[in-house]
């Protein structure tokens, strides 16, 4: 008996069309891609009411078919155990149950179930992985978004002074001036402890001691004490996973996973984190978070105006600022007496 169905490689999400030929030999045959095996090497899944039934087949090869009354005939001319279940899914109840509760657990898997496993592996995984992972991410940047910086060696200095009393002596953190006409403004953290600051967003500074840079790196160096930038990647790849898995085709998680570590936004929730911690550090170093505070609001004032948003767009796009974000800065100006 011939079947029509939808073939995946297991390589590429590339669908195939193809005819499965069951012989009463009781082999499966797909003539197109040298496929012969025997009935019992494959898995035909239970019917599920109308869908497409899917069959696996060895080596991560995968059909789905719609033909179902031919496939549940096969199944029983070859006298194979036939589930229970398309009787129990006939019921249009059932079955809406059954999508609801699917959908359900899928929900829950990618928000909740995702938020505790990258809680927990963000502070499980060695630091030589996020070496690794950061150091491909970088090279990948550098390839395509991230020039060599052309500050002078005044604001280099400055700014490097700031840094080094920041983490004070803590070999996790390195700087890195770059210059991305693509990227524009923007200061991004690496879970390696990696943070990349672009000349264009230093071009931005009102500070002539670059105070306000001291307040951004503060906020990275909190993106990265958090583990923000490796718990969203880790969220997004589990994300990947579940869909790889429904679409059958999950190579382009490891390629996807350094755009994933730039690009994904932070949550409101890990900026104001950030932004307490930078307080915090400025604090600390006893210089006023007025500078910061003032940065952010020309960069506010700056996004809102139409002629820059091109520029500014992919900071806003990483580093969303809200008005309770800047009211957040403002309130902290006033609580120090730092000037």
């Not at 928000?111 to 990258?118: D, E, R, V, W």
């Not at 085709?249 to 996807?256: E, G, K, L, N, Y």
Request: proline share 2%.
């Amino acid at each position: 008996m011939l079947v029509d169905a939808v073939l995946y490689d297991g390589k590429s999400s590339k669908e195939h069309k193809v005819t499965l030929d069951f012989t009463f030999g009781r082999r499966v045959k797909i003539a197109s891609h040298n496929i012969d095996v025997a009935l019992e090497e494959i898995h035909i899944a239970s019917r599920l009411g109308n869908t497409p039934r899917v069959m696996e087949f060895p080596e991560g090869i995968r059909c789905k078919s719609m033909q179902n009354d031919k496939i549940d005939q096969l199944l029983r001319d070859f006298n194979l155990n036939k589930s229970k279940t398309h009787r129990i899914e006939s019921s249009s109840i059932l079955t809406l149950g059954s999508i609801v509760l699917t959908i359900a657990f899928v929900w829950f898997m990618l928000t909740a179930g995702a938020n505790y496993s990258a809680n927990l592996l963000a502070n499980v995984l060695p630091k030589s992985t996020l070496d690794e992972v950061s150091s491909i991410t970088l090279e990948h940047l550098e390839e395509g978004y991230l020039k060599p910086s052309k500050l002078s060696k005044r604001q280099e200095a400055i700014i490097q002074a700031h840094f080094n009393r920041l983490v004070a002596g803590d070999s996790t953190y390195k700087l890195h001036f770059r210059s991305s006409s693509q990227m524009g403004p923007n200061a991004f953290a690496l879970p390696s402890g990696d943070i990349v600051l672009t000349d264009q967003l230093v071009a931005l500074s009102r500070d002539n001691d670059f105070r306000d840079i001291l307040g951004v790196l503060a906020h990275e160096k909190g993106h990265v004490a958090k583990k923000h930038s490796l718990r969203m990647a880790i969220k997004a790849g589990i994300a990947s996973v579940i869909i790889g898995y429904i679409t059958g085709d999950i190579s382009f998680i490891a390629t996807t996973i350094p755009t994933l570590l730039v690009n994904n936004s932070y949550s409101r929730e890990f900026e104001r984190e950030a932004d307490v911690y930078a307080v915090k550090e400025m604090k600390r170093l006893n210089v006023s978070t007025r500078y910061m505070s003032e940065l952010f609001e020309v960069l506010d004032a700056k996004y809102a105006d139409k002629t820059h948003q091109s520029r500014l767009r992919n900071l806003m796009a990483s580093h969303p600022l809200t008005s309770e974000r800047i009211e957040y800065l403002r309130e902290s100006v006033k609580e120090s007496i730092i000037d």
